[in-house]
């Protein structure tokens, strides 16, 4: 039986809350959902004498055990949602690190380096910020409590409660349970949560919104949702040694067989961020980026900025890649999606901070407008959609529709058609490119590898210090991630069988090296000799949902741990 739906033990009874507006995630396109609502409750208050309406009760539900605690990004900040979100969003305590204030593009050979004698206008980042998304949720987090909003950190929406095809509310998991499910001594029953509108804004991936938009088909007709997986450290470096405001990407060294980039921010108090971002898509079935990026801080262009430094922070995350072809269905009665969870992502700039907002932000629109009106009825909330086509959430996603689907043809082949798609408005030789599964996508390692001696070579990782260049376990030690180990397993395997027979002997089980976490082994079999099985390190897990994109055999199903599990970012 799956974790999140155990029985309710004899003697325990849900509690039941109700709320106007609901929202799933306390990530950045959710607060600035709520904020917005507030917000223009206020100024219709403000604007007109005879407005009687009661202010809407607002409830976010967040699943780390504080808000901003799961937020992880690049990042570099468009501020041009947050601008209207909060005007005097300086003078509010914006928790920015740096302005942009240079920025290079570089290709990188195994030793060589080559800039760029101008930077491509997508990377061109002056008047952006270099952030800690998990400060700026914070920030957020914080604006919503002080106007009233309901912020309930440590609690995980599990199931979508419906009257017909109408949604009504969640359900939060339980907690206190042990690894079979049978309850322990703290047991706690999750909770029923009534609301007029939900929105689901919970990032990457969302697995509620999954099993939502899998009941309703809401990806009929659209492009595979693909993703990228991206790994990053801070580094402290020597004092004087860094001058803040420097973004810089580069393509080339390290990545071989897969495609992808490389960012790197300089942050005041001599920090630096160096960060890998790797396509989902390869072939390859021994990508890991994490390993990608201890080769990356090896090259000597990036060796000279970081050396005698220490790596202090470490995160991983995938971010969704498809963009405006893989969006769903966005909205229906008592439901809208926005963010990361609708592929709002322009992957050609890395930006995706400001369409979570702005989607946000009109959700917040709609939702008060319907709440008020007292219709929630999908003709009602189709204004959201409206409202994004009208937006620059359209503007920016469409102009790079098909981006992705043509560099992941590998970038010497892509470069002449992304030229193309850039005076086409982004529609190129061909419009509406499909994307590929990203787990179908993956092939046997003697495809890709031919060369026993090249794959070693290539899948090395540098000698390790714990200082500078870091294994796996003392990175996943750096993010601070917590499960209860008497807790069921979220990470769902479906057939050990298959990783047994046919991933490792094939495949070389991907999972244990694309996961950044240290999650998954092979181990010798106590029942099969001379074959290995599946050992799952669940507590070790930093919710990148790598495994349940990629995994060739789609064999591992994420789901939501119990409430409050998971890294704790404060820094990345």
């Not at 409590?145 to 979508?160: D, S």
């Not at 990508?287 to 201890?294: A, S």
Request: hydrophobic share 35%.
């Amino acid at each position: 039986m799956k974790n999140n739906f155990f029985p309710l033990p004899d003697g325990f009874q849900r509690e039941e809350m109700e709320t106007d507006v609901l929202i799933v995630g306390g990530g950045v396109a959710g607060l600035s959902c709520a904020l917005q609502i507030a917000n223009l409750y206020e100024q219709r208050k403000s604007a007109d004498p005879n407005f009687s309406a009661e202010m809407p009760t607002i409830m976010v539900l967040e699943k780390a055990s504080e808000v901003g605690a799961h937020s992880f990004s690049g990042a570099v900040m468009n501020p041009s949602a947050l601008k209207e979100l909060i005007p005097n969003f300086i003078e509010m305590g914006f928790p920015f690190e740096s302005e942009v204030k240079e920025d290079e593009v570089h290709y990188l050979s195994k030793t060589g380096n080559f800039k760029l004698p101008m930077t491509p206008p997508p990377f061109k980042n002056h008047g952006n910020y270099i952030v800690s998304i998990s400060k700026v949720n914070r920030w957020l987090g914080q604006l919503c409590e002080q106007k009233g909003i309901m912020v309930f950190p440590g609690f995980a929406a599990v199931e979508v409660l419906y009257d017909g095809d109408t949604v009504v509310g969640v359900r939060t998991g339980d907690k206190g349970r042990d690894k079979d499910g049978n309850p322990k001594g703290n047991f706690e029953p999750g909770i029923i949560v009534k609301s007029k509108v939900t929105v689901f804004a919970e990032g990457t991936r969302g697995s509620l919104f999954r099993t939502h938009a899998k009941k309703l088909n809401l990806f009929e007709g659209k492009n595979h949702d693909v993703y990228e997986e991206g790994v990053k450290e801070i580094i402290q470096c020597r004092k004087g040694s860094i001058t803040p405001g420097k973004v810089i990407h580069t393509l080339g060294f390290p990545l071989s067989k897969s495609i992808g980039g490389t960012f790197i921010y300089t942050l005041p108090d001599d920090k630096i961020i160096v960060g890998i971002v790797a396509y989902l898509d390869t072939k390859d079935p021994l990508l890991d980026p994490h390993r990608e990026l201890q080769k990356l801080k090896t090259h000597p262009f990036v060796f000279d900025m970081i050396k005698d430094g220490r790596v202090i922070a470490y995160g991983g995350k995938t971010l969704p890649a498809g963009g405006w072809f893989s969006m769903p269905k966005l909205f229906g009665p008592g439901w809208m999606v926005c963010g990361d969870t609708a592929s709002m992502v322009d992957v050609q700039k890395l930006k995706g901070i400001h369409l979570a907002m702005k989607s946000g932000m009109l959700a917040g629109e709609v939702a008060l407008d319907s709440v008020l009106n007292g219709d929630l009825s999908s003709a009602a909330l189709s204004s959201y959609d409206k409202k994004i086509q009208n937006s620059f959430v359209k503007t920016e996603l469409y102009r790079v529709r098909n981006f992705h689907q043509t560099l992941s043809k590998g970038v010497f082949t892509a470069l002449p058609l992304i030229a193309f798609q850039e005076v086409t408005g982004g529609r190129g030789f061909v419009d509406r490119m499909r994307s590929h599964l990203d787990a179908k996508s993956t092939l046997p390692v003697n495809e890709v590898w031919p060369n026993q001696i090249e794959m070693e070579e290539q899948n090395r990782l540098p000698k390790t210090d714990g200082i500078l260049f870091m294994d796996k376990l003392s990175s996943v030690y750096l993010t601070g991630t917590m499960h209860d180990e008497d807790s069921p397993n979220h990470l769902l395997l479906q057939n050990g069988d298959v990783c047994r027979t046919v991933c490792e002997p094939n495949y070389k089980s991907p999972c244990t090296i694309f996961c950044p976490a240290a999650v998954y082994e092979m181990i010798p079999s106590l029942s099969y000799p001379d074959q290995k099985e599946l050992k799952i390190n669940y507590t070790n897990c930093i919710h990148c949902k790598t495994c349940d994109i990629k995994c060739p055999f789609e064999n591992i199903d994420w789901t939501t741990p119990e409430g409050a599990g998971g890294p704790k970012y404060t820094e990345v």
